[in-house]
């Protein structure tokens, strides 16, 4: 069974930081790319960052500066670093993984977790 969990969200200040981790299993992980997403308010889901199986990332313009993030091959989790964050940030923060699993290893099915609620005050 493939599971994605994500935690660290929670209520912030604007210009505080919080950190994400997103705990996986059932997945490759070292050869799965790992994403954050988030959904707004009325927003559609948009990307927030990417590390890939070969350790490369991408930052959406909105956070690229603010944001970092990570990931952890013997723990199998990847972890977003947010600082200097913004209402607009509030979302709901989504992990994605895209490559193969244990149940699957010759595929690249796509997984999301629940999401975490992150929530910037001003």
């Known amino acids: 069974q493939v599971q994605l969990v994500e935690s660290g969200g929670g209520l912030v200040q604007a210009g505080g930081s919080l950190r994400l981790s997103c705990a996986t299993s059932?997945?490759?992980?070292?050869?799965?790319?790992m994403g954050w997403y988030r959904q707004g308010p009325g927003k559609e889901r948009e990307l927030v960052a990417v590390?890939?199986?070969?350790?490369?990332?991408h930052y959406s313009d909105s956070v690229k500066g603010r944001c970092t993030v990570s990931r952890d091959n013997a723990k199998n989790t990847v972890t977003l670093q947010m600082n200097s964050l913004k209402p607009e940030d509030t979302a709901v923060y989504y992990c994605?993984?895209?490559?193969?699993?244990?149940?699957?290893?010759?595929?690249?099915?796509?997984?999301w977790g629940q999401g975490t609620q992150v929530t910037v005050s001003s």
């Open positions: 059932g997945i490759i992980f070292s050869k799965n790319d």
């Open positions: 994605n993984s895209k490559g193969p699993t244990y149940y699957n290893p010759t595929a690249n099915p796509e997984y």
């Open positions: 590390v890939t199986s070969g350790g490369s990332t």
